[in-house]
């Protein structure tokens, strides 16, 4: 493969299960990416040297998911130039409100584009969207992709309709 393009970065390994699916969609997409686990407040030097070597590194998106109160997103976005996207994850007892929140509301400056609570599928799909500005062959995989997407979805109605 080469050199990864996307970075995910996810706050504990108890993440992985969420975050692996932002990972599976990169592999469907053939988008190069890694997956590194990094707490910003129990391993903060990882998280600072992971963010802050990102770009030199190739990497032109970062994908950040993490539970309760989420910060991880935030401070890699305070420490890289490069995009940032949250997954707020539903691993406290407020089922991921607390990080969708704490993501969100970023204050005005240093932004970190947020999905749905436990979204990490279209962090994925969002972080090769960037990338396909840039890599027209990412651009039609996407567009096949949501060629795919709509088939599957008309087949199932079709063979719902005609069982009803
Ligand atoms: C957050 O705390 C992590 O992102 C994870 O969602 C949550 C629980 O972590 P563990 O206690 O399972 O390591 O920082």
Redesign the pocket.
């Known amino acids: 493969m080469d050199k990864p393009k996307v970075g995910i970065i ?6 992985r299960e969420v975050m692996n699916k932002a990972a599976a969609v990169l592999h469907e997409l053939n988008v190069p990416h890694e997956m590194v686990v990094a ?1 910003a ?2 391993t903060p030097d990882r998280v600072r040297e992971y963010a802050a070597s990102a770009q030199s590194r190739g990497l032109e998106v970062l994908i950040a ?4 109160a ?1 910060h ?1 997103a935030g401070v890699i976005a305070s420490l890289t130039d490069v995009p940032v996207i949250a997954v707020p ?1 539903a ?2 007892s407020l089922n991921g409100l607390d ?1 969708l929140l704490s993501s969100v509301q970023m204050p005005p400056g240093v932004p970190v584009a947020v999905m749905a609570i436990d979204g990490a599928m279209n962090a994925g799909l969002f972080a090769a969207q960037i990338l396909a500005l840039k890599y027209p062959e990412i651009q039609r995989r996407l567009q096949e992709y949501r060629k795919r997407q709509t088939e599957q979805i008309l087949k199932k109605v079709s063979e719902f309709e005609q069982a009803g």
């Open positions: 996810m706050g504990s390994i108890s993440d707490s407040h129990r998911g993490a539970g309760w989420a991880l994850i691993s406290s990080a």
